[in-house]
């Protein structure tokens, strides 16, 4: 077990209110957090930590990322060994817990091996929270054979493999089973066209009403729910009226689209840096006309989709769905999503409403006792300027599960 740790002298982020709290201790032992109060009784053999004023945190939460995604060329990573995947998908998550981000929910490719070499030690890296491969029709959105490719399959048995191809309602309940039982705790269905995909474009609704449903049932079934890759309008209204609960982009959303998803509960996952880091790379990396004209077409909408889902009441979570180099501008995010959201909903974004959407509210997102112990200390204060959690330089601690991975106090 970790050596308990009192932390005091700080400014403790209460991300329900939004506010700041003074004059509070925070005891961590083990994994969790144990107490929270103004005066706390520690265990002799605690270590004391005085952060001198710095903001006290709950770690963040991507909620749509890629680890397998190593490289941009989403080809070299299906082709890859999966033993070479699995070690630079290692990486990937190594990189993302030193920004700040404790957990990470994989929308495509990451597996139950993974999960299991975070929990074991192995991988010095956030939690991760699986679906297991995304689930796509023939041409769809995960299917990157180009049109002369008539080879069966994606290669799916492979880790660096984002996607399953399955047609028809029993290929779909086959599939989601197998999703399932490999460890998924959620389904997700590429439901819409996308940038990346060479055969689809964004306007194009994939599956029938049919198969959606059938993979709502089946999730539903195992106490879990659907997330569906969605742009348009009415790939998204269509995917709420079947049950879909997380809805991944949602950039050409219309405020009437968005006040049903609300009232079904739904939750968003806007992930504009995608876009702005294509729009900014894209000549450098190779992309085609074509390319950047789909990726105008979401850069554009994603900004005003804020402030419509925003209005509708619909909640947000932090996404960024960053491939391969790209990656480096993992801190954009946090700027865009300033020009709709006031910092304190961007931090809810990023932790509340990410631990909903991970299946473990009251455990992430929160400082209170009996929550899990992911922790960040931050030299600055998010609620006035978010950009100080940009900047990796600003985190003085960082903590998963009560275990330390960054530490500037051990050393000062």
């Known amino acids: 077990m970790n050596q308990p740790i009192l932390l005091t002298g700080g400014r403790v982020l209460d991300t329900e209110a939004g506010a700041l709290r003074d004059n509070l201790q925070v005891l961590v032992v083990g994994k969790r957090i144990v107490a929270v109060g103004e005066s706390i009784e520690a265990p002799s053999q605690a270590r004391r930590v005085e952060l ?5 945190m709950p770690g963040l939460i991507d909620c749509h990322v890629h680890v397998v995604a190593e490289s941009l ?32 929910r994989d929308l495509g490719g990451a597996d139950h091996g993974l999960v299991r070499g975070v929990e074991e030690g192995l991988i010095d890296g956030p939690r991760l929270v699986i679906c297991g491969k995304g689930l796509t ?9 180009p049109r002369t490719d008539a080879r069966p399959g994606m290669m799916s048995d492979r880790l660096g493999s984002m996607g399953l191809i399955a047609d028809g309602v029993d290929e779909v309940r086959a599939a989601c089973r197998t999703m399932i039982k490999e460890g998924a705790r959620f389904i997700k269905v590429m439901a819409n066209g996308g940038v990346s995909s060479p055969n689809d474009p964004i306007h194009s609704i994939q599956y029938s009403r049919d198969e959606i449903a059938a993979m709502v049932e089946e999730a539903e079934n195992a106490g879990l729910y659907v997330s569906a890759h969605v742009y348009t309008d009415a790939a998204i209204r269509r995917c709420v009226e079947l049950g879909v ?97 006031t910092p ?69």
């Open 73 to 104: 060329d989403l080809w070299s990573n299906m082709v890859a060994p999966s033993s070479l995947a699995g070690l630079r998908s290692a990486r990937v998550m190594e990189e993302a817990l030193q920004r700040g981000f404790t957990t990470l």
């Open 245 to 341: 609960h997380s809805l991944e982009h949602c950039n050409l959303i219309t405020r009437e689209t968005a006040e049903m998803a609300a009232k079904r509960g739904c939750i968003a996952v806007p992930t504009l840096v995608a876009y702005e880091a294509l729009w900014l790379e894209g000549q450098a990396l190779g992309l085609g006309e074509a390319e950047f004209a789909k990726i105008d077409t979401v850069r554009q909408g994603g900004l005003a989709s804020l402030a419509i889902m925003r209005d509708a009441g619909l909640p947000m979570a932090f996404g960024s769905d960053l491939l391969g180099q790209l990656r480096a501008y993992h801190a954009r995010e946090f700027g865009l999503l300033a020009e709709a959201l």
């Open 344 to 412: 304190a909903e961007i931090i809810q974004s990023a932790t509340l409403i990410g631990a909903r959407l991970c299946g473990m509210a009251g455990e992430l997102g929160t400082i209170s006792p009996g929550a899990l112990a992911d922790l960040l200390v931050v030299n600055g204060d998010p609620l006035s300027d978010i950009g100080v959690l940009g900047k990796p330089e600003n985190l003085a601690l960082i903590m998963r599960d009560g275990a330390v991975f960054k530490d500037d106090f051990a050393t000062a």
């Open 137 to 145: 029709t023939t041409g769809g959105h995960a299917d990157l054979r």
């Open 52 to 56: 001198n004023g710095a903001t006290l």
